[in-house]
């Protein structure tokens, strides 16, 4: 990475730190007008930023990205409204800012509470999805943070407009310079440089694949909240119920396949293999899914490829599942343990002992009954959008709304105690 961009980084950095000062004292109302103001600007300018997106998808389609990954990258007027009315709901949620967690009265008349504060400065790293720059800068903004972003190469020209334009709709409605960036290049250097800003960055979430995780845990001095990986499992159970059982795994698998709460494994309890696998691997191959299966799956539906060892740890974010038949409750668990990514896992039973066992066992970030993994979202959640799925276990877990973009403080109050 050259000088320039360096020293265009560190200028963003400490513009954010102290746009994100401003921020952090900034009301409710102001907030929310930035907001409602960013998702009519959006939806006013939608034009510019589908001719921006048509510029991306031209240009992957020409480096080969596949059809999966072309779909995460596609906006339209609808998906451009949805974007917008994610921004309005932001505004619709209550403002964590201020919150009152507790307070108590200690014996020597010190009361001593903690409120929610904002984190400060958030860096995000994503790919495909340009709607995210929309999504984490709404709720960024909402929560009192400072927000640098920067998507994948793949859609810079989409990013490079949205941020423009909600950038200055919040500045607009009183918001600071600084408080809405994007870091505007393709250099991947730029991106490791990112990695290391740790005075001006307070956390760092990464949403991407195995390659991204790989380079923040190299390279990372800012605290990080890994999100994002999704090798997630459905188990029929051995009391699943077939009527039930086709749809969830249809669902699961086929109805957005380029997204990280898609599943990835089907695993079948050995006792109901026979009976519902040959129905369900053919409505999946109905709408072009690809099965790899194990060698019991194999022996049931003939015709199937052969699952490796390294299909189980896959993320396939493609219309392609892999199979396995597995002797009990038990096996589901440890394998899901084994191979899985934290994200969302499904069993499909009508005993509900095994669910219980079966929640209580794996070790995921949300865990489902008898519903697809789908679900996993967080405007399905009632946050409005997310900043990502956390499949860590500190500080958040699971989506990332508003709460999850704010720490606390200790708040002590007094009347001339000395110690």
Not at 198 to 211: A, M, T
Request: glycine share 8%.
């Amino acid at each position: 990475m050259n000088r320039e961009m360096e020293a265009i980084l560190l200028e963003q950095g400490h513009k954010a730190k102290q746009a994100s000062r401003i921020l952090a004292t900034a009301g409710t109302d102001m907030k929310n007008a930035a907001l409602f103001k960013m998702a009519e600007e959006l939806e006013k300018k939608s034009q510019a930023i589908i001719a921006a997106n048509q510029i991306d998808l031209a240009q992957g389609e020409k480096q080969g990205l596949t059809k999966a990954l072309l779909e995460r990258l596609t906006l339209n007027q609808t998906r451009i409204r949805d974007m917008a009315q994610g921004l309005r709901e932001i505004a619709a949620l209550p403002d964590p800012v201020g919150e009152m967690l507790e307070m108590q009265r200690r014996p020597n008349g010190l009361d001593i509470g903690r409120i929610r504060t904002p984190i400060g400065v958030i860096g995000i790293i994503y790919e495909s999805r340009p709607n995210v720059t929309a999504d984490a800068a709404g709720l960024c903004l909402k929560s009192g943070n400072a927000i640098i972003l920067r998507g994948g190469e793949e859609a810079l020209n989409s990013n490079r407009v949205i941020a423009r334009i909600i950038s200055a709709a919040a500045m607009e409605c009183g918001m600071p310079e600084g408080a809405i960036q994007l870091v505007d290049s393709e250099d991947r250097e730029a991106v490791i440089f990112l990695m290391k800003m740790h005075d001006y960055l307070d956390v760092l979430i990464p949403r991407g694949g195995k390659g991204l995780k790989k380079a923040v845990l190299d390279h990372a001095t800012v605290p990080v909240i890994m999100t994002g990986m999704g090798n997630c499992h459905v188990y029929i159970d051995q009391y699943g119920d077939y009527a039930q059982a086709l749809p969830i795994v249809h669902n699961a698998k086929v109805q957005r396949p380029s997204v990280c709460n898609a599943a990835e494994t089907l695993l079948v309890h050995q006792d109901v293999a026979a009976a519902f696998l040959p129905g369900i691997i053919a409505d999946l191959q109905s709408s072009g899914v690809e099965i790899r299966g194990c060698d019991r799956t194999r022996s049931i539906v003939s015709g199937l490829a052969e699952a490796t060892a390294e299909d189980w740890a896959t993320e396939y974010l493609d219309l392609i599942i892999v199979v396995k038949v597995v002797d009990s409750l038990e096996a589901a668990i440890d394998h899901i343990n084994q191979y899985g990514t934290g994200h969302s896992e499904a069993i499909i039973s009508e005993n509900y002992n095994a669910v219980r066992k079966f929640m209580a066992g794996v070790d995921a970030a949300a865990v489902y009954a008898n519903a697809s993994t789908r679900f996993t979202d967080g405007n399905v959640f009632g946050f409005g959008a997310e900043m990502g799925i956390s499949t860590q276990k500190l500080h958040a877990r699971g989506p990332m709304g508003l709460r999850e973009l704010t720490t606390t403080k200790f708040v002590i109050y007094g009347d001339g105690q000395v110690r």
